[in-house]
């Protein structure tokens, strides 16, 4: 963990994991020590997550802390405060491909953007703009779930219903964290419906 004074230069930090991995409790961690060191923080979340609350960002564990729903990437640069010095953003994965620029921007006007999402989607491929966030990012962490079936560390998202959708919001009913040996997308499609299997797989 570094202890690089943020208010003189950017830097970008990427949380990433599957789901279940607490990538939004370390999200929280982190705004939390922020606010104690009385740092000016807002923190963003796409205003398609739903699941749980309207406005707070919410994690498995039941921690929160309240947030400003947005409904695309630039629009958090048009809801930044003066005072902000650091942005924090939660499931950065359902943000447009903006989402790039418009991290790289804050990074360069020297704002301190901690960023949380998914890496990869139900079908274990890179999810949206992660890849590039992941590249630009200065500090990278990959937090990992426990797998359902064997206890071992977690880097999937195992979709346990029928849907071929990229986007499906989901709890403990639609998705299970699974480590690598126990990820089957093959037995996800065995299981789908013919009408679903014709559906495009974006
Ligand atoms: P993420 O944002 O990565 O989806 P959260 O931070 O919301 O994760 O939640 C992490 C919490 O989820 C854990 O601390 C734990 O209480 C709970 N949890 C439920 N199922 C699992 C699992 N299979 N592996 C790890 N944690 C789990
Ligand atoms: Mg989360």
Same mark, same amino acid.
């Given at each position: 963990?570094?202890?690089?004074?943020?208010?003189?230069?950017?830097?970008?930090?990427?949380?990433?994991?599957?789901?279940?991995?607490?990538?939004?409790?370390?999200?929280?961690?982190?705004?939390?020590?922020?606010?104690?060191?009385?740092?000016? !923080?807002?923190?963003?979340?796409?205003?398609?997550?739903?699941?749980?609350?309207? @406005?707070? +960002? $919410? *994690?498995?564990? %039941?921690?929160?802390?309240?947030?400003?729903?947005?409904?695309?990437?630039?629009?958090?640069?048009?809801?930044?405060?003066?005072?902000?010095? !650091?942005?924090?953003?939660?499931?950065?994965?359902?943000?447009?491909?903006?989402? @790039?620029? +418009? $991290? *790289?921007?804050? %990074?360069?006007?020297?704002?301190?953007?901690?960023?949380?999402?998914?890496?990869?989607?139900?079908?274990?491929?890179?999810?949206?703009?992660?890849?590039?966030?992941?590249?630009?990012?200065?500090?990278?962490?990959?937090?990992?779930?426990?797998?359902?079936?064997?206890? %071992?560390?977690?880097?999937?998202?195992?979709?346990?219903?029928?849907?071929?959708?990229?986007?499906?919001?989901?709890?403990?009913?639609?998705?299970?964290?699974?480590?690598?040996?126990?990820?089957?997308?093959?037995?996800?499609?065995?299981?789908?419906?013919?009408?679903?299997?014709?559906?495009?797989?974006?």
């Amino acid at each position: 963990m570094s202890y690089f004074p943020y208010n003189f230069h950017g830097h970008i930090e990427v949380i990433c994991g599957p789901m279940f991995s607490g990538k939004t409790e370390e999200l929280i961690r982190r705004v939390r020590r922020a606010q104690i060191a009385r740092q000016k !923080i807002q923190i963003f979340k796409p205003a398609l997550d739903t699941r749980y609350d309207e @406005v707070q +960002v $919410v *994690s498995h564990s %039941a921690q929160s802390i309240p947030s400003e729903p947005v409904e695309s990437a630039r629009d958090i640069l048009k809801h930044l405060k003066d005072s902000t010095r !650091i942005v924090a953003i939660d499931e950065v994965q359902f943000f447009d491909k903006a989402i @790039v620029e +418009v $991290v *790289s921007k804050l %990074a360069e006007r020297g704002y301190r953007v901690i960023c949380a999402g998914l890496d990869l989607d139900y079908k274990s491929v890179p999810f949206g703009a992660m890849p590039e966030l992941l590249a630009i990012a200065d500090e990278v962490i990959k937090v990992k779930a426990i797998c359902t079936i064997c206890g %071992a560390p977690a880097s999937r998202s195992q979709r346990i219903i029928q849907s071929v959708d990229q986007v499906v919001l989901g709890e403990k009913n639609e998705y299970e964290a699974r480590c690598r040996g126990h990820f089957d997308y093959e037995s996800h499609l065995r299981n789908l419906d013919e009408s679903e299997k014709s559906a495009p797989l974006n």
